[in-house]
């Protein structure tokens, strides 16, 4: 799941980090 969204939010990279939070 983690990779599917990391993908999703490639562009992002603070993202990375609110992806791993929740």
């Not at 799941?1 to 993908?7: C, D, G, R, S, W």
Request: charged content about 25%; hydrophobic content about 40%; aromatic content about 10%.
């Amino acid at each position: 799941m983690l990779t599917e969204l990391n993908a999703e939010f490639k562009p992002v990279s603070g993202t990375k980090v609110y992806i791993l939070k929740t």
